[in-house]
């Protein structure tokens, strides 16, 4: 029998999924415990058009993710920190300090941005490779001057 599993169950999948079982596990277990509903020609329809509109989303996000990587590649992001004399910040230049920056000077609104290295600590000029969604990657300049 069809269902669609309504809850997580164990061993068998995840909920909103759909499942083939044997009619007397569906009937003893999965429908009088209200875990999974038969799967109607509805039910899988909707189904399919959930997962094409999912797929459809990924492609988008993944278009918009190669889009910023062009965008960023070359990128010299400029900051200011209060250093020590021997050029030792005192406080870290983090992943979160860069994205906010690219948002302001730039325009780009990041979310979920990590950084390799993922701080910096001296003042200078440094090579870094941003990574975007697990799998973008750009490498960007980030320039740290001292405060006035």
């Known amino acids: ?88 910040l005192f406080a870290a230049v983090k992943a979160e300090t860069i994205r906010q920056e690219l948002a302001r000077q730039f325009g780009l609104h990041l979310p979920g941005l990590r950084c390799e290295p993922d701080h910096l600590k001296t003042i200078g000029t440094h090579q870094l490779t941003v990574i975007l969604a697990d799998q973008h990657r750009a490498t960007l300049t980030v320039t740290i001057d001292h405060a006035e």
């Open 1 to 88: 029998m069809k269902l669609q599993l309504l809850k997580n169950v164990r061993d068998l999948g995840r909920a909103n999924s759909l499942v083939e079982v044997s009619d007397a596990y569906a009937r003893n277990f999965l429908l009088p415990k209200r875990l999974a509903v038969p799967a109607t020609r509805a039910v899988v329809t909707a189904q399919a058009a959930a997962a094409t509109r999912q797929q459809r989303q990924q492609h988008q996000q993944s278009a918009e993710m190669t889009a910023a990587v062009q965008r960023l590649t070359g990128v010299t992001v400029r900051l200011h920190g209060r250093a020590s004399a021997q050029g030792t």
